[in-house]
């Protein structure tokens, strides 16, 4: 019985969506990372544990760094069990790399994720953007688009 729980608790398909970033940032350019975890982050990234509202990147020690990411202890973590938050390295190609760090140093442009979801290989992989911040009027029209279309579906037009 405890088997057949555990299955049901640990996903094959993790993709856990940034969802308040589409609605405060313009998306530029997307990358997908590897991520560097510890331990028992990798279990508890497949159960679902996530949360990356808050989340951003930046350049330091020669790397790209992933901030404010929420992954929860695992449930069956001993004193093993990871740090909910913390750093984590991102891993891009040498090119991306230099690419994103030009291109984050220009006025207004910021490095943030989007989803984190686990890929074919089974490794932990983060999306990321290169973002622009959206301004008070664009999010207005984002939602009157979003509202008209919610409309549009339920009147069966």
Avoid at 70 to 87: D, L, Q, S
Wanted: proline residues 1%; positive net charge; aromatic residues 8%.
């Amino acid at each position: 019985m405890a088997k057949a729980n555990d299955k049901d608790r640990i996903k094959k398909h993790v993709n856990i969506v940034n969802r308040r970033a589409s609605f405060e940032y313009q998306f530029l350019v997307k990358y997908t990372a590897g991520i560097m975890l510890k331990g028992t982050e990798i279990k508890a990234i497949r159960e679902g544990n996530v949360t990356m509202s808050d989340a951003f990147c930046t350049f330091h020690n020669n790397g790209l760094w992933l901030h404010n990411m929420h992954i929860a202890k695992f449930t069956e973590g001993t004193y093993n069990n990871h740090e909910p938050v913390r750093e984590r390295k991102l891993l891009l190609n040498k090119r991306e790399l230099v690419q994103l760090e030009k291109k984050s140093h220009e006025q207004g442009l910021t490095i943030i994720p989007i989803r984190v979801f686990i890929s074919e290989r089974g490794f932990a992989k983060v999306e990321i953007a290169l973002a622009r911040g959206k301004k008070l009027f664009d999010k207005r029209e984002d939602i009157k688009a979003k509202d008209q279309k919610r409309e549009l579906d339920r009147g069966g037009y």
